[in-house]
C-alpha cells in the first residue's frame, strides 16, 4: 500500500529535479548553447567523410590530426591484441586490471619523453582532474594559464588550493604572479585546444626553475604532430616536471597518461581516487596507443602531408581573403563573435556538405565564438578547396 502510494504521488506531482532540469534547457536553448548528440556513420577505408541521416559531409571538426584512428598498422594491433588479451582489462589497475602491454606504453612514452615514470587514465579529463585534485590541497597555491581546459579547473577546484590565473600565453603576466604568489606549479597547455596557439614552453620553464615552481603541461593537442610544426618545441621532461598526453587526438585511439617522475606516479598510484576505483584501460587500447606512438616518431608520412596541408589550407583563405588567427597548428580558428550568426554559418556550410564546429561560451570567452576548424593528414586539396569556396559563400 505503501509503495502505490508513493507511485501515486510521482506521477500526479512533478518532481522538483524535473523542474530544474526544464528551466536550466530552456535557458541554454534560448540562448543558442544547447548542446546536443548526432549519431554519425563513417565512410570506411581512410577518409575523412561521414553520413548523417542519409547526407554525406567532409569532416572539418576532427582531432584525429593525422588520421591514425583508420591506419592499417592500428586495426592489425586491435585485432592481434585482442586475441592475447580479450577487449576488457577486467579490474582496476591494482587488482588485476594492469598487464605488460599497459607497462610497455608507459615505458614507451616515457623514452619518447624523456620522464622517469608514466600511469595510463581513461581519458585526458580523468588524468588531468586526478592529477590536480591528488597532487594539491588547500596548503598549495597554482597558477595557470586563462585558457586551460575545463578538466584542470576542475580539479583545481575541487583540491581546494589557492589558483590564480595567469594572462593568455603571457609569460609577463605569469612571471607577476609567480613572484606574488611563489606557486607550488604553474599550469598550461603546450597546443591550446581552441586557438591553436602555441604556448612559450621554454620561457615558462626557465621562470619556473628559477622560482622552483613544477611546470605541468596540458599536452594533449601537441603529443604526436611535432614532426609536422617546423620548429615546434615539443613537451618534455626538459621542459615539463609532469606531461599529460592523451591518445584521442593525434594518436588516434582512446587513453591517456601522466608522465613524471618515479616518486609523483608512486604517490598518484597510492592517492588518486580516479586510478584506484576505475577499472583500467584495456590492454588492447594499450596496445593500439603503442602502435600509434611508434608511428608518430621521425619525420613520418602522415606528418609530412598534414604540414603540407595546414599550409595550403591557409595560403587559400589568404588569396579568399578569410581572415584567419596566425595558429599553425592543425587547429585553424575562424572568430565570429556573435554566438546566433556562427550558428548560422555552420549551419549554412552543412548545408554545402562541409561539417565545421561551431564553438561558444561557455567553452570558448563571451564575444569569441568561432569555427573551430581542424585540418588533418587524410584532407585532400580538392576537399579543401570545397571548403574555402563554401567559406566565401557563406561569409560573403
Not at 575545463?150 to 588550493?161: C, E, Q, R, W
Not at 622560482?211 to 620548429?231: E, K, P, R, Y
Given at each position: 500500500m505503501i509503495v502505490s502510494d508513493v507511485n501515486a504521488g510521482s506521477k500526479a506531482e512533478k518532481h522538483s529535479l524535473f523542474d530544474k532540469i526544464g528551466s536550466k534547457q530552456a535557458q541554454l536553448n534560448d540562448a543558442g548553447l544547447l548542446r546536443r548528440r548526432q549519431a554519425l556513420t563513417p565512410e570506411q577505408g581512410e577518409s575523412v567523410c561521414f553520413s548523417l541521416n542519409g547526407r554525406h559531409y567532409l569532416n572539418f571538426s576532427s582531432n584525429d590530426y593525422l588520421g591514425l584512428s583508420q591506419a592499417p598498422q592500428l586495426l592489425e594491433s586491435l585485432n592481434t591484441s585482442a586475441k592475447t588479451y580479450g577487449v576488457g582489462s577486467g579490474s582496476s589497475p591494482l587488482v588485476t586490471g594492469y598487464s605488460d602491454a599497459h607497462v610497455q606504453l608507459e615505458q614507451a612514452l616515457c623514452q619518447i619523453t624523456g620522464h622517469e615514470a608514466g600511469l595510463l587514465f581513461c581519458s585526458g579529463f580523468s588524468a588531468n582532474a586526478a592529477l590536480m585534485k591528488t597532487l594539491f590541497d588547500s596548503g598549495d597555491t597554482v597558477i595557470a594559464d586563462k585558457l586551460v581546459h575545463?578538466?584542470?579547473?576542475?580539479?583545481?577546484?575541487?583540491?581546494?588550493?589557492t589558483f590564480k590565473r595567469f594572462l593568455h600565453n603571457d609569460i609577463q603576466s605569469a612571471d607577476r604572479l609567480m613572484a606574488k604568489y611563489s606557486p607550488q606549479a604553474v599550469i598550461t597547455e603546450s597546443i591550446f585546444s581552441m586557438d591553436g596557439d602555441i604556448a612559450p614552453l621554454e620561457a615558462l620553464s626557465t621562470?619556473?626553475?628559477?622560482?622552483?615552481?613544477?611546470?605541468?603541461?596540458?599536452?594533449?593537442?601537441?603529443?604526436?604532430?611535432?614532426?609536422?610544426?617546423?620548429?615546434?618545441?615539443?613537451?618534455?621532461?626538459?621542459?615539463?616536471?609532469?606531461?599529460?598526453?592523451?591518445?584521442?587526438?593525434?594518436?588516434?585511439?582512446?587513453?591517456?597518461?601522466?608522465?613524471?617522475?618515479?616518486?609523483?606516479?608512486?604517490?598518484?598510484?597510492?592517492?588518486?581516487r580516479e586510478y584506484i576505483y576505475s577499472t583500467a584501460i584495456s590492454p588492447v587500447n594499450a596496445s593500439v596507443a603503442l602502435a600509434a606512438v611508434e608511428l608518430t616518431q621521425g619525420a613520418n608520412t602522415r606528418a609530412l602531408t598534414l604540414a603540407d596541408n595546414i599550409d595550403y589550407f591557409k595560403r587559400a583563405c589568404g588569396l579568399a581573403h578569410i581572415t584567419l588567427t596566425d595558429s599553425i597548428t592543425p587547429i585553424q580558428p575562424l572568430i565570429i563573435g556573435d554566438v546566433d550568426k556562427t550558428v548560422l554559418i555552420a549551419e549554412q556550410l552543412r548545408e554545402s556538405g562541409i561539417w565545421v564546429g561551431a564553438i561558444r561560451p561557455p567553452t570558448v570567452p563571451k564575444g569569441s565564438a568561432r569555427l573551430r576548424i581542424t585540418i588533418t593528414a587524410?584532407?585532400?586539396?580538392?576537399?579543401?578547396?570545397?571548403?574555402?569556396?563554401?567559406?566565401t559563400l557563406v561569409l560573403g
Open positions: 575545463a578538466s584542470i579547473i576542475d580539479g583545481l577546484t575541487d583540491s581546494k588550493a621562470s619556473c626553475k628559477r622560482n622552483n615552481s613544477w611546470l605541468i603541461v596540458d599536452d594533449a593537442h601537441g603529443f604526436g604532430i611535432q614532426a609536422a610544426l617546423g620548429n615546434y618545441v615539443p613537451a618534455s621532461a626538459e621542459l615539463a616536471d609532469v606531461q599529460v598526453v592523451t591518445f584521442g587526438k593525434a594518436i588516434g585511439c582512446q587513453g591517456a597518461a601522466i608522465l613524471g617522475s618515479q616518486a609523483l606516479i608512486d604517490f598518484l598510484v597510492s592517492n588518486a587524410l584532407h585532400t586539396h580538392d576537399e579543401i578547396d570545397k571548403l574555402v569556396s563554401a567559406l
